[in-house]
């Protein structure tokens, strides 16, 4: 394996090339003897400045990078997770999912207030739909407007003023030593995560045992099953760029690591409504727990928000 230099590819903003830094000194760390070189890839994400809507949700951010993994110019991919549709691109496999940072979401505001001492009618800014409705449903006197640009960007709007405040995730601004900046970070119970939030996913393809091998020493059981069980929640949903889906699950101690307990919270938002439910399961049944946790909330209403949201 020492012979081969693996090519690593990434966006080119400030974060993701932090996150590529991470990756690479994760799998540095495991093989020793590994080359490795990077690889910028410019997605349509990024060059576009339409909102995710628009121009087809946030799948926009990995379909260069998917290809070129295919076409074999590159050998791994380094994602955020929640960038990664729920249902897996044939040919590519997620071969590890890095230890979870925090999943939660952040505010920052121009004038360091928190979220209930904004005045009535302010400014948040946010390119998410899952954000958009919680954030009406804690502050129903505030406007929620779209925002795009990197975290960088974003922020820098706030500070001239373009908005009073800004939602993030609260991993991104701490993997740039930027979490000071955060006027209040939100509990799960106030603000439900995306799905995969604050874990990092490196993709390679289906066939490539070496990449397979190297990539999957530096795998985490437990962010593995809990994202496993909100990407199955995801998927069974069926939610498109339109939706507002959030979900967050957590690994318990068990008996051994397929007894452990998992606890999964979904939420899908729309019409003014959020539809919450909670399940537990093993841990080695993830998946299936996301997709009976999904079916709960479609017994309860989901599918019909999710269809007035397209």
């Known amino acids: 394996m020492a012979a081969r230099t693996f090519t690593i590819g990434t966006r080119g903003s400030r974060l993701a090339t932090r996150q590529t830094e991470m990756t690479l000194a994760a799998l540095s760390g495991a093989h020793p003897g590994s080359a490795f070189d990077t690889r910028t890839i ?5 060059r576009s400045r339409q909102s995710l809507a628009e121009i087809g949700g946030r799948g ?17 991919a380094v994602h955020s997770l929640k ?8 040919g590519l496999t ?8 925090d999943p939660r979401d952040a505010l920052v505001s121009r004038d360091g207030s928190a979220l209930a001492a904004l005045p009535s009618g302010a400014t948040v800014g946010t390119g998410s739909p899952r954000r958009a409705a919680q954030l009406a ?17 974003r922020i820098r709007k706030t500070e001239e003023g373009e908005y009073d405040a800004v939602v993030l995730a609260a991993a991104g601004l701490e993997r740039l030593g930027w979490l000071g900046r955060a006027s209040q970070v939100f509990e799960p119970e106030e603000m439900l995560p995306a799905v995969g939030q604050g874990a990092l996913a490196v993709q390679v393809r ?3 045992r070496d990449a397979l091998d190297l990539v999957r020493a530096v795998d985490d059981r437990d962010t593995r099953v809990a994202v496993t069980a909100e990407r199955g929640l995801e998927r069974r949903l069926g939610g498109g760029c339109h939706a507002a889906i959030a979900a967050y699950a957590v690994v318990g101690y068990g008996s051994s690591p397929e007894r452990a307990p998992l606890r999964l919270r979904g939420l899908v938002g729309g019409e003014g409504r959020l539809l919450r439910g909670e399940m537990e399961s093993p841990a080695g049944e993830a998946d299936a727990l996301g997709v009976r946790l999904a079916e709960y909330l479609i017994a309860q209403g ?3 928000l999710l269809e007035a949201a397209e």
């Open 42 to 46: 410019s997605t349509s994400g990024d």
């Open 60 to 76: 926009v951010f990995v379909i260069e990078i998917e290809r070129a993994l295919l076409d074999g110019g590159i050998d791994l």
């Open 83 to 90: 960038d990664l549709p729920s249902a897996e691109t044939d």
């Open 94 to 101: 997620i071969a590890a999912v890095l230890p979870r940072d």
């Open 137 to 153: 449903a804690l502050r129903a006197d505030i406007e929620v407007c779209d925002i795009r640009g990197n975290i960088d960007t």
């Open 206 to 208: 289906s066939d490539d």
């Open 302 to 304: 989901a599918d019909v």
